[in-house]
């Protein structure tokens, strides 16, 4: 099965940087994706890693590393609108699995001015 | 980008009717899609697998016959939700994937659906 494990809240000021962490145990293991989600609006796509390492996207980055099953979302540069639920998704590659994403259950970032 | 459109965007309807929920992929064909229920505060939980031209492949716990979905071509999918019960109320979503895109799933706006 898949088991992922993100904290539930995290406050951050404006203009400040926050990691978001991200820990997996998965039977299968084909990619590992970063959503953005604010209240009552569907998830939109960040970010997808499937080999270690860094992915830098403007202001947002992401990080993995498979044999420790661990990932990390970066937000520089702060901003009000970034306040929102991230969402960790692992997607598996066995048999049973493939193709469908396992969401952990939400990382709630409120920025401060 | 890979667009899916999901309507309606929410419904309110009575106990014991039923409500149909679609999902087009607008600029891909989309053999697989899938349908998540999310409940306030709570993460997506997968219901299910619908594949275009055979059964959808339903988690365990979801009632097949209470969901049905119909994924009858490469751009449409519904969720039609039976004999609805207030528990049912919930921001249901779609997703969908670009086969030719390696990257994320692509969501729908999302139903809110409220049943009364």
């Known amino acids: 099965g898949q088991n992922i494990d993100q904290p539930t809240e995290m406050t951050a000021t404006e203009g400040a940087i926050v990691q978001i962490n991200c820990t997996y145990q998965t039977s299968g293991f084909n990619g590992l994706f970063w959503y953005q989600q604010h209240a009552g609006e569907a998830p939109t796509f960040l970010s997808y890693?499937?080999?270690?390492g860094l992915e830098e996207k403007g202001r947002f980055s992401s990080f993995l590393s498979r044999s420790k099953g661990y990932s990390y979302l970066l937000l520089k540069e702060l901003q009000m609108k970034d306040s929102a639920s991230y969402l960790c998704a692992v997607r598996g590659s066995t048999n049973t699995n493939a193709g469908k994403s396992t969401f952990g259950d939400g990382t709630t970032l409120t920025v401060k001015p | 980008g890979a667009v899916v459109s999901q309507h309606p965007s929410w419904v309110i309807c009575k106990s014991g009717t039923s409500v149909k929920i679609e999902c087009r992929s607008l600029d891909f064909q989309a053999t697989t899609m899938f349908w998540y229920r999310q409940f306030p505060k709570q993460s997506l939980m997968l219901m299910a697998t619908?594949?275009?031209?055979?059964?959808?492949?339903?988690e365990q716990g979801v009632e097949k016959d209470k969901f049905l979905i119909n994924h009858a071509s490469l751009t449409l999918s519904t969720l039609t939700v039976t004999s609805a019960h207030p528990e049912d109320s919930s921001f249901y979503i779609c997703s969908a994937r670009d086969g030719t895109s390696n990257y994320g799933y692509t969501f729908g706006s999302g139903t809110r659906l409220t049943v009364v």
């Open positions: 890693n499937v080999l270690d």
């Open positions: 619908s594949n275009e031209g055979s059964k959808a492949t339903y």
